[in-house]
């Protein structure tokens, strides 16, 4: 199995800047991306940002320029730098992994889900 536990999180004004972190531990081989994700009550969970392992990065629109995704593929760690944050940007932020893990005699794929940080951004 593969853990991911999230750091970072909580209450901050609008303009205001919060460093969400996410570290992966387990039986793990490689990963292939790691991700953040946001639900807001009411919404539907969404991308918010991702990165490969060759460093290629993925955002979304209403993010772009403001939050900055980074991850050190030795620690397998991911990162979330959010600066220029807006109410609307007030939601439950889940970390997401996806690569290979070590099963009891094979490597298989996996696919795991933090248990999600609470950011809150206040006007």
């Known amino acids: 199995q593969v853990q991911l536990v999230e750091s970072g999180g909580g209450l901050v004004q609008a303009g205001g800047s919060l460093r969400l972190s996410c570290a992966a531990s387990?039986?793990?081989?490689?990963?292939?991306?790691k991700g953040w994700y946001r639900q807001a009550p009411g919404k539907q969970r969404e991308l918010v940002a991702a990165i490969t392992s060759s460093d290629s990065t993925n955002y979304a629109d209403s993010v772009k320029g403001r939050f900055t995704i980074s991850g050190d593929n030795a620690k397998n760690t991911v990162y979330l730098q959010m600066n220029s944050l807006k109410p609307e940007d007030t939601a439950v932020y889940y970390c997401n992994a996806r690569g290979t893990r070590w099963s009891t005699y094979f490597a298989i794929s996996f696919d795991s889900w933090g248990q999600g940080t609470q950011v809150t951004v206040s006007s």
């Open positions: 387990g039986s793990i081989v490689s990963i292939d991306a």
